[in-house]
């Protein structure tokens, strides 16, 4: 006898974390690339705060070329390093990375704290 399972749905979920506050940004059944979800939540951002945050600290899906256009237009800081060849500052960008990486973290544990409750 064959038992097979039905398929695995998984919900693909975008959150943006602020101030300890989690906020769903988008939630969908469907499959998608998470790096278009990107300037959406910072206009959502902007309508709930009233201004664009200074930094966003994003996975590296998120750092397409049209959304490091948009975050240099807005004056926003998108986490990652910079396109091209390696600038003469890498001990900062390296310093910089690092710090980013630890705020992440806050993203990364609401995503824990969904599954476990």
Known sequence: MLVVP?????????????NGYAFREQLSWDNYNEGNTLQASVEAY???FGFYPKAVLADQIYRTRDNLRYCKEKGIRLSGPKLGRPSD????????????????NAVEGKFGEGKRS
Do not use: F, G, N
């Open 46 to 48: 902007r309508d709930r």
């Open 89 to 104: 500052d890498q001990q900062e960008q390296k310093r910089t990375a690092k710090a980013d990486a630890s705020a992440r």
């Open 6 to 18: 039905p398929l695995a749905s998984y919900a693909k979920l975008a959150i943006s974390v602020v």
